[in-house]
């Protein structure tokens, strides 16, 4: 081999090897822990992929979903040209158009839904594509719909809203100067490996650490104390955190006194919780409630790290983060250095410690003139608090036409698996006259649109992103599109312009609206463009601590509240000012009549590190880590049921059953079965019904229902064919 033979093999960069690293972000997972990408790139083609060395978050490093980044970008599912499906809904049988008709015949069928039945009837979805919201917000209301929605109907909003409903606005863990940290619900190992870094060298200096967890996840293992709860009773928990807190006389009285209103009426709650009573209700041991209440009360300063999902996915999922987050007033551990500090966002949720005009762009001021959103007459507080629909509440709304009928969806990146009940979920939308999905991939969800678009990864477009430390990227695009995918915002400026929308900014394409939105930050897109690697945001820096002390909290009271002046208002809906604690509606206690024939408490959904929702199980070497699925039980459950590790067992509710494999282990409590959503041959909500829902966010119920396991007779069924 000569020395050309030998670089070309190693890949080597270079005039003579014809090979060149472009410099990229990998968007397979959530915009706060995406990693830089190097991507080796001959001929207009990616031959290898490396993590970015001088990327601040990522140091260099890959997960093994951003490793397959070959293999989602060249996969053979993706679709390569508009397609018009000439089948029934669902058979995958579609033919090939061009981007022109396709436009074309989108911005006619929208067009005529509005005429007809007004732009209400018109609604615009995002899933996961979090990076492009903005843009569809924006374009959702010029094309005058309310309804705008997106998979935050069943992420992370709800949690805001506990936080807005207490003090106003989320408030996040300051872990660098932390001396205490709670895990109140957090995988990172799984959900957010970039974080490992930091908690290793966190816990090498001593910080303290409790987890709450009904698992035993690998930061349980590092705890000083561990929680083990049984799923959906952290409210009762947190009362009782709260009651060791006040009687003992560990709370910051100054704080209360001067910036809470509700304090007695909570006293009174938490003095009934006692530590003994949670002890029964959580399936942990007094002692451990009264350890874990005053390590954090009496550490300065102490934080609570919260999650987007598993403690808002249940039917009480509100008042139980409500009740959590008092404890944060309680302390006078807000807005400080090492507690929860409010720090704004930037720019795609992420607060970056610069000002944008990201929320000015998407036109939310416009929605107060509108018609009612779906969901806003089932959840007022949502829609008080919140700018989006309820996507929960469209297929009651489709069924019943009620208060106005839904005629046709445009969605970036449609999934129904991640929906509650998604049978029927798919069934009602079936019913909609039209419907769009831009997608990288021929999804089964994309099956039941008439009319899919071919998006490009983000490897392909150009997207913004922004990190916590104050570091932005205005990515270019490494490769041309696979096929004649476009990047989801040229869709939405093309098929502005094609339906005469009349917004110049947005059909003037990406570069103009960011430009607009970095406006105030002193950010230029030349700036921008000379460091396609990314750069630090000159004189970016978090705001200041304890803005309460000039502004107060954006509560009604303008204080932090115990009992909820928002909540107070809507009694009439059954909802409660203070967060009492309430069983989830199918638990063992709440449901003694169910449980004696479905007699596990069943938890849908903890993460598994090789996949994103459905984004990888496409992906051969995602896949080879865990090709089946499986749920995880506890020895002695599987002993009681005659079930074998790694048999095929048949999983059962009251709503449906789905065949996995056994995963018999010891880090599961006894009476749970933990199940990981959305695969394609055994999807996990199929087992609970769409409208098990928090009465108060609308949020599903994923992780706390009940089911019973048994062997199951046909492995064949659930076994993974491919
Ligand atoms: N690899 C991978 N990473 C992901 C994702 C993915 O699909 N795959 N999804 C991303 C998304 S969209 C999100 S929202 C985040 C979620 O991020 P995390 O919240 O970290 O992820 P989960 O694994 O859902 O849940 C964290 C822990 O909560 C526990 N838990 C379950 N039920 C309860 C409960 O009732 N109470 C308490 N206290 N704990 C409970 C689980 O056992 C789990 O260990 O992850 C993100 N990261
Ligand atoms: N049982 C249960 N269900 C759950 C959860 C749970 O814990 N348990 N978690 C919930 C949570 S927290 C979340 S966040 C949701 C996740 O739900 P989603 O994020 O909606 O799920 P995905 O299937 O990963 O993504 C939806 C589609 O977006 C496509 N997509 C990816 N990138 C792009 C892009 O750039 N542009 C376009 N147009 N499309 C793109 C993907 O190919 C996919 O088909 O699931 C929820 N569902
Ligand atoms: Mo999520």
């Known amino acids: 081999m000569n020395d050309l ?39 207009g083609v990616i031959i290898k992929v490396a993590g970015t060395k001088e990327a601040p978050h990522s140091h260099g490093t890959l997960c093994s979903k ?7 970008v060249y996969s053979p599912e993706r679709v390569l040209t508009p397609l018009r499906r000439t089948g029934t809904r669902g058979s ?29 009837s018109v609604m615009f979805f995002s899933g996961y594509a979090k990076w492009a919201r903005a843009y569809l917000m924006r374009f959702a209301l010029d094309f005058g719909s309310p309804n705008y929605l997106t998979e935050s109907s069943t992420c992370a909003t709800a949690m805001i809203m506990a936080q807005q409903l207490t003090y106003g606005a989320p408030a996040a863990p300051d872990f660098k100067n932390t001396s205490c940290v709670v895990y109140w619900s957090h995988n990172p190992s799984a959900t957010k490996s970039l974080n490992l870094v930091g ?14 967890d009904p698992r035993v996840t690998d930061l349980a293992q590092r705890a000083d104390v561990f929680l083990q709860l049984r799923p959906g009773t952290d409210g009762a928990l947190a009362l009782a955190f709260g009651h060791v807190i006040v009687e003992e006389g560990l709370y910051d009285k100054d704080f209360v006194e001067k910036w809470t209103v509700g304090f ?143 005629k046709a969806l445009f969605a970036l990146g449609l999934n129904h698996r991640m929906w509650p009940g998604s049978q029927s979920f ?50 270019q695009p490494a490769i041309e599109p696979v096929g004649e995918a476009r990047s989801d915002v040229d869709i939405l400026a093309a098929l502005s312009a094609k339906l005469g929308l009349g917004d110049d900014l947005l059909e003037a394409g990406i570069e103009a609206c960011v430009e607009w939105m970095l406006e105030p930050s002193g950010l230029t897109v030349a700036e921008l463009n000379k460091h396609p690697e990314g750069m630090w945001v000159p004189g970016a820096k978090p705001p200041a601590e304890r803005k309460y002390l000039a502004a107060g909290f954006r509560t009604p009271s303008g204080k932090v509240e115990f009992a909820s002046g928002v909540l107070a208002e809507y009694d009439l809906c059954g909802y409660e000012a203070l967060p009492e604690y309430r069983e989830p509606a199918m638990s063992p206690v709440s449901r003694p009549d169910l449980a004696a024939e479905f007699p596990l408490v069943l938890n849908l959904g903890a993460r598994l590190p090789m996949y994103q929702h459905t984004r990888t199980f496409r992906l051969p070497w995602t896949r080879s880590l865990s090709p089946d699925p499986h749920a995880d039980i506890n020895p002695s459950d599987a002993e009681r049921s005659g079930v074998e590790d790694g048999s095929w067992i048949r999983v059962s509710t009251p709503a449906g059953s789905v065949l996995v494999r056994a995963h018999i282990t010891g880090i599961v409590r006894e009476g749970d079965v933990h199940l990981y959503h959305d695969w394609p041959q055994a999807n996990a909500n199929d087992l609970i019904d769409g409208d098990y829902l928090d009465p108060i966010s609308g949020f599903p119920g994923y992780r706390s229902s009940l089911c019973r396991i048994e062997p199951a007779d046909d492995q064949q069924e659930g076994a993974h064919h491919e």
């Open 426 to 475: 798919i069934e009602q939308l079936c019913e909609l006259d039209f419907i769009v999905d831009a997608d990288p991939f021929l999804t089964d969800s994309a099956k039941y649109a008439d009319i899919v678009l071919p998006s490009a990864t983000s490897v392909e477009r150009r997207e913004i992103r922004c990190w916590p430390m104050g570091y932005v990227q205005f990515t």
């Open 66 to 72: 951003g490793a397959a980044t070959r293999q989602y």
């Open 264 to 406: 007695n009426d909570y006293r009174a709650l938490v003095a009934a919780m006692t530590p003994e009573k949670a002890a029964e209700i959580c399936g942990v041991s007094a002692a451990d409630i009264r350890a874990a209440a005053r390590l954090y009360s009496t550490s300065k300063p102490a934080c609570i790290h919260f999650s987007a999902a598993p403690v808002v996915h249940h039917t009480n999922g509100v008042q139980n983060y409500r009740a959590v987050f008092c404890l944060i007033g309680l302390t006078g551990n807000l807005d400080i250095a090492g507690g929860n500090r409010m720090n704004p966002p930037s720019l795609v949720h992420q607060p970056g410690g610069f000002p944008t005009r990201e929320r000015e762009f998407t036109g939310a001021n416009r929605l107060v003139d509108m018609p009612e959103r779906i969901g806003s007459a089932r959840f007022p507080v949502w829609a008080r608090l919140c700018n989006e629909a309820q996507a929960c509440d469209i297929p009651r709304q489709i069924k019943t036409g009620d208060p106005y009928p839904l």
């Open 5 to 43: 033979e030998l670089k070309l093999k190693g890949k080597v960069p270079g005039p003579d090897t014809g090979i060149e690293v472009r410099k990229s972000v990998c968007a397979i997972c959530d915009p706060g822990t995406q990693c830089g990408l190097d991507l080796y790139v001959k001929d």
């Open 199 to 212: 908690i290793q060298k966190k816990l090498d200096e001593g910080v303290k650490v409790i987890v709450v």
């Open 92 to 120: 995958g049988q579609f033919e090939p158009i061009s981007w022109d008709e396709a436009l074309d015949e989108i911005a006619a069928r929208l067009a005529e839904a509005k005429e007809r039945f007004g732009p209400e």
